[in-house]
C-alpha cells in the first residue's frame, strides 16, 4: 500500500502545494510555520476529522484536499468496507477527495463517488494511520497488541469471519431476547385473563340486573310509604266503612230497578259494572304490595351488589352486564 499523491489547494496557510511521493520512507522537513503541521491535518481531515471553516484559505471559497493511494495489498477488512459503503476499487488505485467550504458546507469523495463523512471515518483509517510522539503508549493497550499479533499471523481473514459469526450470534441473542419478551408478555396476558374470567364468573352477572337493583332499591327505600299509601287505598275502595265499592254496588242495584222503566240507564249501569270489576283488581294489586315487603333482597346487600356491578363496568369499560 502506497500514497502515490497529496495535493492541497487553499487549505490554512497552504495556497496550492502538491506532493509525489516515492516508494519506501519519505520525509518532508522545513521551518517552523511553513506548513508541515497542516499536511498532517489534510491527512485527517481525508480519514473523516470533523471540518472546521477556519481551515479554508482567507479569501478562498472552500479548501480541497485530495490524495491516490497504490493498493497493490489491500490492508484486512478495506474491500469489506468498501463493498459495505457501495464501493471499489479502480485498478488497484484508490482517490480520496475532501473539500471543505467556507460556509460550512462540503463534500467528500471515495473513489469519484459522492459519500458520506461516517463513510470516510469508517474506511479511510484502515489506509492512513497518523502516528504521534505518544503514539507508544498504544503498546500497552492489550487491543492494540491483538491486533499487532493478529496482522502478522495473517489472520485478517479468519478476523473477518469471525466478526461476522459475531454479528450473527448477537442478531440471534436479540432475537432470543425479544422472542422471550414476547413469550412473558404471553404470560402475563394469560393470566391476566384468567384473572378477568374469574372475576366476572365470580359475580354471576344477569343481563339487565343492574337497573333492576336499582328500581328495587328505589322501592325499599319508599317502602314505608308505599304500603301506607297502599292500605288507605284498599281501605277507602273496599275495606272501610262507607267503601267505594260498597257504594258503587248500592248505585247499581237501583239503577238496575229502574232501567225497565228508563233504559238509558242500562248502558249506565254496565259501565259502573266495569268500574266495580276495575276497582276490585286493582286491590290484588295494592295487596301485593304489602305482600312483598322486601322480596328478600335487603339494602345493604343491594347497594353492595350495585356497587361491585358498577366497579366492574367502569373497570372494562363496558356499558351493561350483557356486554361484560
Known sequence: MVLDFL????????????????????VLT??????K???????????GERAQSHFVRSGAASAVVEAQFHLENPPPGL????????????????ILERVIAAGGKGRQRIGGRLTTNGALSDVVPLIIEISSQHDSQRLLSAGFALQVLDDFGGL????EELTLRL????????????LETLSRTRDQLRETLGFTI???????????????????????????????????????????????LDRLHAVIARLSKVTEAEPRFGLAVQMLEEARIGISEAGVFLRLAEEDEDGGESLEWIEERLFRISRLLRKYHCGDEEEL
Do not use: C, W, Y
Open 7 to 26: 495535493a492541497i489547494r487553499d487549505f490554512a496557510v497552504i495556497a496550492d502545494a502538491s506532493v509525489e511521493f516515492s516508494p519506501g520512507f519519505n
Open 30 to 35: 522545513g521551518e517552523t510555520g511553513a506548513g
Open 37 to 47: 503541521s497542516m499536511i498532517v491535518s489534510a491527512l485527517e481531515l481525508l480519514r
Open 79 to 94: 474491500l469489506a468496507k468498501l463493498e459495505e459503503h457501495g464501493l471499489q476499487l479502480d485498478d488497484d488505485s484508490l
Open 156 to 159: 485478517g481473514p479468519l478476523l
Open 167 to 178: 454479528g450473527e450470534l448477537d442478531g440471534l441473542a436479540a432475537r432470543r431476547e425479544e
Open 198 to 244: 374469574g372475576e366476572l364468573v365470580e359475580a354471576e352477572l344477569a343481563p339487565g340486573e343492574h337497573d333492576r337493583l336499582v328500581a328495587r332499591r328505589k322501592r325499599i327505600s319508599s317502602l314505608r310509604e308505599i304500603i301506607e299509601t297502599a292500605r288507605f287505598a284498599e281501605e277507602t275502595l273496599s275495606l272501610g266503612e262507607d267503601a267505594v
